[in-house]
Every structure is written in structure tokens, then in C-alpha cells.
């Protein structure tokens, strides 16, 4: 074996030893922000429509969404991330609505692993209780390694009740911990693309209409 072979084999293994390590940093960082992330959640009960705006907000879930995945936001009272210090893969989304004219099901759950070196697995899912004359009729093209982000869109609501873990884990790893600043969006003053939710209170301030904005590049 050359020398260059063997220092290659020996940057590879320090490669793995890097990953390891900041994937251990990531699960103590979770680890110290699950309070901070509690405080948040009884926070943001206070603003109209929070978890709305912040998913609105987001590239991946905020192109073209369909009536039922507007229907949702609008109603969503609730999303929550739950982590398993023990188990760093494990990962339990939870979404909560008000009752609306969509589906049935008052609380949403998914409950999966992620795996770095594949797609990860799905654990449990609810299934979807639509109203009459609700359900989809096809599902949207799901994202590949080739496509653009713009090429697709992912169903929000439609995702809780599939086998797709991929946009899980940008929920859970981005979105989640980053909902102040999707809150907000972006920097700019752009103002085309946007689309509206509706609120059923015209009067409500500003926090009650959630907005997507046009995604970032």
C-alpha cells in the first residue's frame, strides 16, 4: 500500500471520527434546548396561527399547497418534536387542530428514525380520517436526489399519513428548531408569490393572516 493510500485511509477514518462527534454535540444541544423548546411551545399559544406561518413560510411545504393542506394550517394549534436522548435517531412529530372541514383526527403523530446513510424508517403513523369527498385523489410527486426544490411539493398533511421520511427530517432537524426565524421569514421585502391564509377573524392582528413568502435560493 502507497503511502498516499494510507493517508487517505487515515483522513477517512478521521472523517468518521468528525461525524461522530458532531453528532454527538447535535444530541447534547437537543438534550439542552428540550426546556427552552417547552417555554416556546406555551408561548406561541399566545400568537394566532404561529405554526401555521412557520410552515407557510418553509420552502418545502409552503409551494403550491393544496385546499386540504391550507385547511390545515389554518387550523393547526399545535406542532411539537419530541426526541429521545437515549435513542438519537428516534424522532415523534405531533400536530394538533381545531376542528375543520378536512379530516376528523383532532392530533396528527408520526413517529420515525433517521439514519445519515439512508432515508430512515418509518415507526408508526396515523392514519388519516378524511372527511367526505376530502381525500386526495393522487399523490404529489415526491422528491428525489435530482430534483429541484422547486420541481416539488410536499403535502404537509398528506405526509402524516405516508411512508416518506425525508421530509421529516427537515421538520424536525430544521423547521422545528428554527421556528422563530421561519416565523418571521425572510430578510427581504419582497412581496411576490405570496400566498394568504385565511382567518375566520378579519379584525385579528397581523399574526392571525400566516403568509408564504417566496422561498429562498
Known amino acids: 500500500m502507497s503511502t498516499e493510500d494510507i493517508l487517505n485511509d ?12 458532531a453528532e454527538q454535540v447535535q444530541a447534547y444541544q437537543r438534550k ?11 408561548m406561541v399559544k399566545k400568537i394566532p396561527n404561529f405554526w401555521g406561518q412557520v410552515l407557510g413560510n418553509s420552502p418545502l411545504f409552503g409551494v403550491d399547497p393544496s385546499e386540504n393542506d391550507v385547511e390545515a394550517l389554518e387550523n393547526l394549534i399545535d406542532f411539537h418534536v419530541e426526541y429521545d436522548h437515549n435513542k438519537p435517531d428516534y424522532r415523534k412529530v405531533s400536530a394538533t387542530f381545531k376542528k375543520n ?3 376528523k383526527n383532532e392530533t396528527l403523530i408520526k413517529e420515525y428514525s433517521i439514519d445519515p446513510e439512508s432515508d430512515g424508517s418509518v ?11 376530502k381525500a386526495p385523489n393522487k399523490k404529489r410527486k415526491s422528491p428525489t436526489d435530482d430534483d429541484d426544490e422547486d420541481d416539488f411539493a410536499v403535502s404537509f398533511l398528506e405526509w402524516f399519513g405516508d411512508d416518506d421520511v425525508r421530509p421529516g427530517i427537515i421538520l424536525s432537524e430544521d423547521i422545528f428548531p428554527n421556528a422563530i426565524d421561519y416565523f418571521q421569514g425572510p430578510d427581504d421585502d419582497e412581496d411576490d408569490d405570496e400566498i394568504e391564509l385565511g382567518s375566520d ?10 403568509q408564504r413568502k417566496k422561498s429562498k435560493k
Open 201 to 210: 377573524d378579519e379584525s385579528e392582528d397581523e399574526f392571525a393572516k400566516p
Open 32 to 42: 439542552l434546548m428540550t426546556p427552552i423548546w417547552e417555554k416556546r411551545r406555551e
Open 101 to 103: 372541514n378536512t379530516f
Open 123 to 133: 415507526i408508526s403513523k396515523t392514519t388519516i380520517e378524511y372527511n367526505e369527498n
Open 10 to 21: 487515515e483522513l477517512m477514518v478521521l472523517d468518521e471520527e468528525t461525524m461522530k462527534v
